[in-house]
């Protein structure tokens, strides 16, 4: 197996590009691990790839923005799939200010202390102004870090769902709609147990709660941290590949587990 390579950015909607690598998961596949640039007034970088690549993240992060220029850095949650570049952005962007929920912010203080100044606290239902747009802190349907946010961009409609839908998949897809169906839901539904093993011990009802949230969202395009970028057309698909894997997991769960 090749070490993973970080690619180039490459857009995926309007004002957005993604930077892609591909991590091997033994036995299941390859795990898109996905950054986003987002080229609004003030621009967004939206995670900051592998901490093994973190170098890597920040030179593909140069070629679709200029790092002086970047204005925010949302940190969807801080797994270390997703603050890789954190230390070389914190220098290359010195406009630079972190987003993340106070959760977020004291995690990321384990590393090191971070400039009060260069951090700004969100909430899901919170609103960020980003010059041209806005973008609304929002909890996605699964997770695996209780700080994780995700965000719709209010003008593009490009909602960015963190973990939620991903799938390791058995070769690199430009677009999840370059995936056959089946196996995109068998992908989805392999993460989902290892990612969010609790969604075996949630009800149907509380999580299609949760699913109808996304559903409300109406999303034009659906951006996975480990889903090739959709267009908002795949979420259905998405949503019943999810729904799916909580049956699944929920019947797969001992009842022990689950009424303790
Ligand atoms: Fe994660
Ligand atoms: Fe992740």
Known sequence: MNAPVVLDPRRCAPDTHVVTTHLPVPGLGLLPVNAFVLRAAEPVLVDLGVTALGGDFASAFAKAVDLEEVRWIWLTHTDHDHVGALDALLAAAPRATLVTTFLGLAKLGLRGPLPAERTRLLAPGERLDVGDRRLLALRPPTFDAPE???????????????DSFGAPLGAPAERAEDVPVGSLAEGIAAWAGIDAPWLGLTSAGAFEAALEQTRALSPAAVLGSHLPPAGGAMLPALIEALSDARAALASATPAAAACP
């Open 148 to 162: 994780t946010t995700g965000l719709l961009d209010e003008r593009t409609g490009a909602l960015f769902c963190a």
